[in-house]
Structures are given as C-alpha cells and as structure tokens.
T-cell receptor, first 113, second 111 residues
Framework: SAVISQKPSRDICQRGTSLTIQCQVD?????MFWYRQQPGQSLTLIAT?????????ESGFVIDKFPISRPNLTFSTLTVSNMSPEDSSIYLC??????????FGPGTRLTVL | EDKVVQSPLSLVVHEGDTVTLNCSYE??????LLWYKQEKKAPTFLFML????IEKKSGRLSSILDKKELSSILNITATQTGDSAIYLC???????????FGKGTTLSVSS
C-alpha cells in the first residue's frame, strides 16, 4: 500500500494567519483527496486534487480559503488561509492506491487561537 | 443526498465481550463500503466490501455487506482494550471519487 507522510504533524496558529500542509506519497497516484475532521465530527471532504488541473472543491469550501497545489503525482499542499478558531481540526490527505482503496496520511492537528 | 449512518454512536463494553457495529447507506451509486479504525488522527484501513466480496475476516474482526438491506456490520469478538477507538464506515460511489463517511462509532473497552 502507498505510504503517505504529512507535515506538520501539528501546529498552533494565531487567528488571521495561514498554514500550508504538505502531503507526500511514496508512489505516483492520480487522485489525492483532502479531508477535514472537526472536533467530535466525522471526516468531510474539502477537495479533490488532480495533477495538472485545478482542484475540485466540495460545497462549502472555496479556493480562496483552502488553496491547493498538486505539482506532480506524488505531492500536494493544502493551505488554510486567514484562519479562525473554527478552522481548528485534523486535516488529512488520502490517496487511492491502484484503484482499490483509499489510504490516509497521518494527519495534521491544527489549533487556531 | 448521499448519506451513511452508523449506530450506535458510542458503546462501552468489557474486555472479552463481542460487539457489533452497524452501518447503513443511501447513495446514488455504490462501488464499495469501507471500514476504518481511528485511534489518534489517521484512519487505518480495515476492510473493503464490494458486490463481489461481501464478507471479510481478519483475526477477531469480521464484516459483512448486505446489498439488499444497504447495510454492513463490523463484528469484533473477544474485545481487548486496544480495540478502543472510533470505527468509521465509508462508502465509495465510483472509482476515484471521495468517500462518504458516517459519523463513526466510538468504542470503549474496559479491562
């Protein structure tokens, strides 16, 4: 199965700042997904990131707030912009490996003060 | 609207008990149903069930897909404290699409 790493593992940020989360995969994958898990909630998809095209955002998520880059088939970044305490969540990237099932990165725990 | 519903939302059992977690779904298209275990941050993959693979087993864990009832169960026998976690059920509508998650079942196993 694909091995996924995320950086940072956790961060505490001030209101109004931005944080960029990196997701690195050890093999080339077509589909990468970014999820958010707010405290006590389940996972919600933010966007789907395909290499060579703009990310596709889910309802309620916009590019200005969550810009995503996908420069190649092994890497993606998610930026959380102009943060507020409501953005405090676990952010997870996932990939579909060989069209079989999705694997998740270790996650980034973000706290916004 | 596609949705996945899990029950119960939380469960407390004693070591050695057997538990059954439920997942039902209403989706426009169905490709697979997946179970994950989440202990800290990242969900860990447990099982994937499809029309061609409706029953899976791994050690004390097993899962069955009922395509007629649009549901699945996850069984854990002889529970251990290490089984304490959130168990997430998710449905994949089509290959390469994002997963639709239920709210999860929080399982607590006491010694």
């Amino acid at each position: 199965s694909a091995v996924i790493s995320q950086k940072p593992s956790r961060d505490i940020c001030q209101r109004g700042t931005s944080l960029t989360i990196q997701c690195q995969v050890d093999s080339q994958v077509t589909m990468m997904f970014w999820y958010r898990q707010q405290p006590g909630q389940s996972l919600t998809l933010i966007a789907t990131a395909n290499q060579g095209s703009e990310a596709t955002y889910e309802s309620g998520f916009v590019i200005d707030k969550f810009p995503i880059s996908r420069p190649n088939l092994t890497f993606s970044t998610l930026t959380v912009s102009n943060m507020s305490p409501e953005d405090s969540s676990i952010y997870l990237c996932s990939v579909e490996d060989r069209g079989v099932q999705q694997f998740f990165g270790p996650g980034t725990r973000l706290t916004v003060l | 609207e596609d949705k996945v519903v899990q029950s119960p939302l939380s469960l407390v059992v004693h070591e050695g008990d057997t538990v059954t977690l439920n997942c039902s779904y209403e989706v426009t298209n169905f490709r697979s149903l997946l179970w994950y275990k989440q202990e800290k941050k990242a969900p860990t993959f447990l099982f994937m069930l499809t029309s061609s693979g409706i029953e899976k087993k791994s050690g004390r864990l097993s899962s069955i897909l009922d395509k007629k009832e649009l549901s699945s169960i996850l069984n854990i026998t002889a529970t251990q404290t290490g089984d304490s976690a959130i168990y997430l059920c998710a449905v994949e509508a089509q290959a390469g699409t994002a997963l639709i998650f239920g709210k999860g079942t929080t399982l607590s196993v006491s010694s």
